[in-house]
Nanobody, 122 residues
Framework: QVQLVESGGGLVQAGGSLRLSCAASGRTFSRLGMGWFRQAPGKEREFVATISYTGITTYGESAKGRFTISRDNALNTVFLQMNSLKFEDTAVYYC????????????????WGQGTQVTVSS
């Protein structure tokens, strides 16, 4: 019903920046809330950021002040701009969609992308 494809991950030095993209297809993107989550080896999936279909944004504690989520409905794409990256940001980053009201709970997101690896080195 919804297909999500992430891109933009890679290797970056601490203090650097990356911009992740998530392209959506399969239904009306402008009516979906979108979120970014991440998962490091041996850890639970962690909420990073979400943006409503009206553009309201919310960030997890680890992302506040450093990451920015945005969307371009004309391109059916959501972005995650990551600045001042730290080693602790190393994880697989997943894009996900929801139709429910605001939530940080990954179990309430309905469709997921394949993930993109972000690795931060010192």
């Amino acid at each position: 019903q919804v297909q999500l494809v992430e891109s933009g991950g890679g290797l970056v030095q601490a203090g650097g920046s990356l911009r992740l993209s998530c392209a959506a297809s399969g239904r009306t993107f402008s009516r979906l809330g979108m979120g970014w989550f991440r998962q490091a080896p041996g850890k639970e999936r962690e909420f990073v950021a979400t943006i409503s279909y009206t553009g309201i944004t919310t960030y997890g504690e680890s992302a506040k002040g450093r990451f920015t989520i945005s969307r371009d409905n004309a391109l059916n794409t959501v972005f995650l701009q990551m600045n001042s990256l730290k080693f602790e940001d190393t994880a697989v980053y997943y894009c996900a969609s929801r139709t429910v009201p605001f939530t940080t709970d990954p179990t309430r997101y309905e469709y997921w992308g394949q993930g993109t690896q972000v690795t931060v080195s010192s």
